[in-house]
């Protein structure tokens, strides 16, 4: 059960609005509060309320564990309280996996990341929740070091520079690694062709987008970016065709949707049809007045015809 329920925690965090993983995940807790909490030797005779009182204060820093927000003075009791266990249990990966989230919580990072490298040193081997997991540390600790630096010295903008640009090194050759480690990952395709579509590599970016739009969950988003690739290389026609196939599939109306109508009405507009151009505007106004620029747009045309 404990390995089940390792293997339903990363599935829930991969995928947070399932709700058969996250139902899973809660059946599995109440049988391991069962069988770990001493309540099925009660039932059988075997077992005593002592062994039901002697967990319950690590029930309360289980339940603890669980909170999604962590006040400093909680996560740091954890932290001990992990650290102490981990000592007596040293191949607890869930448990090490925990202290090292907590790390990270603390803006502990080198620690953190010290404790995912335990965890690929005792099994051996990496796997991508857990490599995300690391890009994702170490991504804070570089933004932790740009938020540290002075805005009142004199360097302050050259040092401002040289830490942007080692994140982004990073991050790039992050992604790639990745990528190259573990192919057939759609997901980690997806987050490398936005990678380059945000550094303006647009070549390597459409390669892996296009990858990426076979998985099902992020296939509208990767037409998105496949359509701003083509719109910002000038292959107009190309992006308008890959905007309204995003948009064929994009049934509730919400925030992605305008984006999408958007990102369509600019490439008819560099296409020359400004007439289609404001339906697409339109859709957006009829809604939302204030997204983005998308009033002055539909304006500006209406005063033209006038």
């Known amino acids: 059960m404990a390995k089940a329920d390792t293997v339903l925690s990363e599935l829930a965090q991969a995928f947070p609005n399932d709700p058969e993983i996250a139902q899973a995940l809660k059946n599995i807790a109440a049988r391991r509060t069962l069988t770990e909490g001493g ?31 962590k006040t400093d003075d909680v996560a740091a009791r954890l932290i001990a309280e992990n650290e102490l266990r981990l000592a007596k249990e040293p191949k607890n990966m869930r448990l090490l996996r925990t202290t090292a989230e ?16 335990r965890i690929i040193d005792s099994e051996g081997m990496s796997e991508p929740t857990l490599e995300r997991a690391i890009t994702e540390t170490t991504l804070r600790k570089h933004d932790a070091a740009l938020a540290a630096l002075d805005p009142q010295a004199a360097d302050y903008a050259e040092q401002k ?41 647009l070549t390597e ?23 701003q690739c083509f719109t910002r290389r000038g292959i107009h026609d190309l992006a308008v065709r890959t905007l309204q196939t995003a948009l064929r ?16 009405g600019l490439a008819l507009e560099k ?11 339109k859709l957006i106004y009829e809604v939302d007045i204030g997204y983005k620029d998308v009033a002055a747009r539909v304006d500006a045309y209406y005063a033209k015809r006038a």
């Open 205 to 227: 970016a459409i390669q892996e987008l296009q990858k990426a739009q076979a998985n099902p969950h992020r296939r509208i988003a990767a037409l998105h970016y496949l359509g």
């Open 102 to 117: 907590l790390y990270t919580q603390k803006g502990q990072y080198d620690q953190a990341l010290a404790a995912y490298q």
């Open 271 to 281: 296409m020359g049809k400004p007439d289609e151009a404001v339906e697409q505007y």
């Open 39 to 69: 309540y099925e030797g009660l039932e059988d005779g075997t077992g005593s309320y002592r062994d039901v009182l002697r967990n319950k204060e690590e029930a309360v820093s289980l339940e603890q564990e669980k909170r999604e927000v």
């Open 161 to 201: 520079a040289r830490h942007e640009a080692e994140r982004q090194t990073y991050e790039l050759e992050r992604g790639r690694k990745l990528a190259e480690q573990y192919p057939n990952d759609l997901q980690l395709r997806f987050d490398l062709g936005e990678l380059y579509f945000r550094a303006g590599k």
């Open 249 to 264: 599939e994009k049934a509730v109306f919400d925030d992605e949707k305008k984006d999408l109508l958007y990102s369509l």
